[in-house]
């Protein structure tokens, strides 16, 4: 059984300022995937970055970036000097592989960004 | 590429009709497409896994009468709400798995807003 836990459920930050969003994640498989997506207001699903279990490179794309570590099978992802416009619910989800692998979502994170 | 189109992206309807949300591949075919449901301010619920040609697989607690789900072609999924009630109202999103991607990621649509009133 796969299992994605985001603890935090919400989090306010004054704009400028960084957050770390935390995700934990469960499975039995050797070779999956770790996703996280962003969900604005307007309610679509914005995909964000997807890893390899393979891959434990750190990623970091612009103010966002991700630490992958498979020893505590963590996967967070940081977003440095928030600004308003990154206000939304964040979502991390894991899949395995395979043809109809199906994505486990978290709860969720609400981040509120204040000016 | 890899956009996934649905519509409508908002509808309201009375209690007892039925409502049919589609969700489209543009620019790529997909065989596997899934369905989830997000109430207010939480997360996103697998309600079943639409292949096409076949009959979807339902989630362990979905009603397959009341959720009637239609795969007839690579680019098109269709999910029927039946005989809707208010308790049905929700986001319903579909996502698309492109059959030519080896890594099996899904597209998201923009989701639709479904009110029963």
């Known amino acids: 059984a796969q299992k994605v836990t985001q603890a935090q459920t919400e989090i306010s930050v004054v704009e400028k300022e960084d957050v770390t969003l935390d995700c934990v994640y469960e499975?039995?498989?050797?070779?999956?995937?770790l996703f996280w997506y962003k969900q604005p207001p307007s309610g679509e699903l914005v995909f964000l970055i997807r890893?390899?279990?393979?891959?434990?490179q750190n990623e970091i794309s612009g103010r966002y970036s991700w630490n992958f570590q498979k020893s505590t099978s963590s996967f967070n992802f940081t977003i440095t000097a928030s600004q308003v416009v990154d206000s939304a619910v964040y979502f991390c989800?894991?899949?395995?592989?395979?043809?109809?692998?199906?994505?486990?979502f978290g709860k969720g994170i609400t981040l509120s960004v204040r000016p | 590429g890899a956009v996934v189109s649905q519509h409508p992206s908002r509808v309201i309807c009375k209690s007892g009709t039925s409502v049919k949300i589609e969700c489209r591949s543009l620019?790529?075919?997909?065989?596997?497409m899934f369905w989830y449901r997000q109430f207010p301010k939480k997360s996103l619920m697998l309600m079943a896994t639409?292949?096409?040609?076949?009959?979807?697989?339902?989630e362990q607690g979905v009603e397959k009468d009341k959720f009637l789900i239609n795969h007839a072609s690579l680019t098109l999924s269709t999910l029927t709400v039946t005989s809707a009630h208010p308790e049905d109202s929700s986001f319903y999103i579909c996502?698309?798995?492109?059959?030519?991607?080896?890594?099996?990621?899904?597209?998201f649509g923009p989701g639709t807003r479904l009110t029963v009133t």
């Open positions: 890893r390899n279990s393979f891959d434990e």
């Open positions: 639409s292949n096409e040609g076949s009959k979807a697989t339902y």
């Open positions: 499975t039995r498989d050797t070779t999956y995937y």
């Open positions: 989800a894991l899949s395995h592989t395979g043809a109809n692998s199906k994505l486990t």
């Open positions: 620019d790529f075919q997909a065989t596997t």
């Open positions: 996502s698309a798995r492109d059959m030519e991607d080896s890594s099996y990621e899904q597209y």
